[in-house]
T-cell receptor, first 113, second 114 residues
C-alpha cells in the first residue's frame, strides 16, 4: 500500500476562519511533508516532519501551523489566511527524510475568499 | 541557488508515438533524480527514478536517461497513450544539507492527440 490520503478534497474558507487539513499514511514512513502548489507551478516545500518532530520550516507564515500527532498523521492548521494562499496543498511521506522517493497524496484544493 | 529546469513547457504527440520530455539541472552534487506525473486534480505520482551512478533505467513503457556531463535528464515514453496526458515534473535531490530535499523542475504539459 503506497497510499497517502488527504481530507478534505476541497475547502473554501473566509479570511477570519480557522480550518485544518489532514493527511494520513499507513506505510510506516517516518518523514512527512507539506507542499503548496499554485496552478501550473511545481510543488513548493513548506514543512518537513521527521519522527514526529518538525525538522524544516521553509519560512512559512505563522498563519500556517503544522502538527504531527503521531507517526501516521499530519495536520495543517489554517488561520487568518489571505486570498493568495489559495492553492493545492499536498502531503507526502517517505521512509525517512534521507529516503529518495516521496509518495504524494491527492491534495486539498483550498480557496480563500 | 540551484535549480532544475525543463526545456519545453508543453509537448503534443500523436497517440502511439514516442514522447521525450527533457530536463536540465544545475546542481552537480545531485545524486538522485525522479520523474513524477501529475494528472489534473491529482497529486504527483511516482513514475521512475535514477541514481547518479547510472545513465539509463527502464520501466514499463518508460525510460529515464541521465547525462551527467551536460547535466541533462530525459523521460522517454513509448507508444504514448491518451492516459499519459499530464504534467510531468523532474526533481532532483542531493546528499547533504538543504539539497537533501526534493527540488522540482517547472513541469512539462504532455498532450496526447488522437
Amino acid at each position: 500500500d503506497t497510499e497517502v490520503t488527504q481530507t478534505p478534497k476541497h475547502l473554501v474558507m473566509g479570511m477570519t476562519n480557522k480550518k485544518s487539513l489532514k493527511c494520513e499514511q499507513h506505510m510506516g514512513h517516518r518523514a512527512m511533508y507539506w507542499y503548496k502548489q499554485k496552478a501550473k507551478k511545481p510543488p513548493e516545500l513548506m514543512f518537513v516532519y521527521s519522527y514526529e518532530k518538525l525538522s524544516i520550516n521553509e519560512s512559512v507564515p505563522s498563519r500556517f501551523s503544522p502538527e504531527c500527532p503521531n507517526s501516521s498523521l499530519l495536520n495543517l492548521h489554517l488561520h487568518a489566511l489571505q486570498p493568495e494562499d489559495s492553492a493545492l496543498y499536498l502531503c507526502a511521506s517517505s521512509l525517512w527524510t534521507g529516503a529518495e522517493t516521496q509518495y504524494f497524496g491527492p491534495g486539498t484544493r483550498l480557496l480563500v475568499l | 541557488g540551484e535549480s532544475v529546469g525543463l526545456h519545453l513547457p508543453t509537448l503534443s504527440v500523436q497517440e502511439g508515438d514516442n514522447s521525450i520530455i527533457n530536463c536540465a539541472y544545475s546542481n552537480s552534487a545531485s545524486d538522485y533524480f525522479i520523474w513524477y506525473k501529475q494528472e489534473s486534480g491529482k497529486g504527483p505520482q511516482f513514475i521512475i527514478d535514477i541514481r547518479s551512478n547510472m545513465d539509463k533505467r527502464q520501466g514499463q513503457r518508460v525510460t529515464v536517461l541521465l547525462n551527467k556531463t551536460v547535466k541533462h535528464l530525459s523521460l522517454q515514453i513509448a507508444a504514448t497513450q491518451p492516459g499519459d496526458s499530464a504534467v510531468y515534473f523532474c526533481a532532483e535531490k542531493g546528499s547533504s544539507g538543504s539539497a537533501r530535499q526534493l527540488t522540482f523542475g517547472s513541469g512539462t504539459q504532455l498532450t496526447v492527440l488522437p
